[in-house]
């Protein structure tokens, strides 16, 4: 049965970026759990009217014979006999028992969203999740063979519960019923690889990591050959407005996703603009002082270019000089040095996929070369790459996108580093919030997701007759307005410091395009020539 007319939403929870006592987290977590003992209170509430309203009814059939409780009208008598309405009884203990359902699930959805917004207990998930995530290593590496058979028997059930829901095979729904397995069986694939004994890992997170670097060692220079490596990095000029001004994470998201779409061809803006690109924008500060944004995509997969899938494997390396040579960080360093950046000059870093690796081994390994103050990344895994502490890092992940689940482990939850972890879920067009007070539907209405905009966030241009994986950037967005609008402290920390790095007036934006060749001779470019300038 095909599903139709479904759009679909995230809902985020929030680890790590805490800026506040603990004596705090223990007055919100107190307060929760307040909110969850009336809910409960009012829910046995609303069972106790369910069974008088039961009772009554009980009271009333018990006499089949008497016409007055048969037919529940109190008008109607016989000589001696009066009762009341049973019928209006029951109803009004029916009023009662919703009154009391609705209060107590308000209740428990306010205290959903406080332990939300709060992360109450994500020190207690994270440990839960590591734990498991060890587990499902262990045995993967034990029966390597019996792990990809039960992955395999997994992801089956998850295209054919699709296929059910749909009515057609969709893959998508294999990453779907698969994810809570995912950082298990990389991590247990890469200490296979990285020749990490059973149990040696427990201590470490880096397994995936080790095993890069393995595999680099052989697909590298292979790479070399293949595709070459040198770079030739040109400044292009783009003909439209593609990554503007920005004060914020989410509209620094929007320009990396119009970046995205735009060099691979999935929009269309004019631009000129093609894979390989990047963007380096200069704000200049009140003290006359000048920032930076870069924005970075992901892997485009060309055969030239410097963010092909090969790279990927390098960016992942335990090894810090593999990383360092892995051509998407060459090709944004020295489009950074051409830029002009300073080595004292606060940098700020968002990319996406492929994009977010870079930022983090640019944080981790050019800390030295440049002042990186804050790092954004979506669907990303660089939950091992060495950032120093005192680089903020905000993450944006989807539970089942996979991709995120590359690295084998959860994200740090500290202070400076703060994960935005979403789920996708259906919403129906007509959810009771857009149902009209007779219960029609209003034609053309914005569809409404959630009771509240605190339970999740629409996902600008999904599909909407199926489900499609959620790796791309606009469910990082969603995942990312729902953390928002929770009122997060943490993330309103970590939005503060990135709006602090970038503060000022845009005074230019730059796009620089990286080929690979053989030759370190300069080859041609199509963008050579200045078309138009945007600052």
Known sequence: MTQANYYWQVESSIYGGIGYAPATLEEYTAIAKALDAEASGFDMLSVSWSNAALQLQSHRTSAPLCPTLSSGDPLMKTAGHETVSYAALGQRCQDHALACRKLSIDLADTASLLIRAHALYSEAELQARRTFTELIQAGTQFKPGHAAIGTAAVALGGLLSGWAIEGRPNASWMSTSTYPLQEGVMSGAGALLGGVPIGKGVAHTDEVNKGAGNIA?????????????????????????????????????????????????????????????????????????????????????????PFGWEQNVELMSSDKERRIRADSVRMVTQAMEQAGIGADEPVALIGHSQGGIVAATIASDWSEQYNIEHVVTAGSPVANHPIPSDTWVTSVEIDDELVGALDGAANPATKNWLTVRGHVS??????????????????????????????????????????????????????????????????????????????????????????????????????????????
């Open 217 to 305: 060692k052989v697909s590298g220079p292979i790479k070399d050959i293949v595709q070459g490596n040198h770079i030739d990095i040109t400044e292009v000029y783009a003909r439209n407005e593609v990554v503007g001004a920005s004060n914020n994470v989410s509209t620094s998201m929007e320009n990396l996703r119009r970046l995205a779409e735009e060099r691979l061809g999935k929009i269309n803006l004019d631009s000129g603009l093609e894979y390989g690109t990047i963007a380096i924008q200069r704000y200049e500060k009140s003290d006359g002082s000048s920032a930076w944004l870069v924005t970075i995509p992901g892997t485009d997969g060309k055969a030239d270019s």
């Open 426 to 535: 259906p919403a129906p067009e007509a959810t009771p919030s857009s149902v009209n007070a007779d219960g029609s539907c209003t034609p053309g209405a914005t569809p409404i997701y959630g009771a509240t905009p605190y339970d999740a966030a629409p996902v600008a241009g999904g599909p909407t007759n199926g489900r499609e994986i959620s790796h791309w950037l606009k469910y990082h967005q969603a995942a990312y307005q729902n953390a928002t609008d929770l009122g997060s402290p943490a993330l309103q920390r970590h939005e503060s410091h990135f709006q602090g790095v970038i503060s000022g007036e845009l005074k230019e934006t730059r796009y620089f395009q990286g080929r690979m060749t053989a030759s370190t001779t300069q080859a041609p470019s199509d963008h050579s020539e200045e078309i138009s300038t945007f600052h």
